[in-house]
């Protein structure tokens, strides 16, 4: 059973950081590619950044990029994204993505929420 359980949201004011964490668990982890994605208030999902079977090749939206970091250790099953210089806009729920033998799972989501 695919599971992705995600952690690290919270509060932050402007220009501050997170990390978020993605265990995954259910599938051979080092063998897929994964995704964050988020959804703000009102707005659609939004793919914010991917990452490579390897962990070697990443992909960002436009909107994070320079900001945040995604990457992934296969030994702990674990994707992780750094986010840095965090801004009003980057507030949302942030989903770990992966898609086993073409179907797509989700974790249940992390909020985020960027605030003075």
């Known amino acids: 059973q695919v599971q992705l359980v995600e952690s690290g949201g919270g509060l932050v004011q402007p220009g501050g950081s997170l990390r978020l964490s993605c265990l995954a668990s259910?599938?051979?982890?080092?063998?897929?590619?994964m995704s964050w994605y988020r959804r703000a208030p009102g707005k659609e999902r939004e793919l914010v950044a991917t990452i490579s079977t390897s962990g070697t090749s990443t992909d960002y939206a436009d909107s994070v990029k320079g900001r945040f970091t995604i990457s992934k250790d296969n030994a702990k099953n674990t994707v992780y994204l750094q986010m840095n210089s965090l801004k009003f806009e980057d507030t949302a729920v942030y989903y770990c993505h992966a898609r086993v033998i073409s179907r797509d799972y989700w974790g249940q989501g992390t909020q985020v929420t960027v605030s003075s």
């Open positions: 259910g599938f051979p982890f080092s063998n897929y590619a």
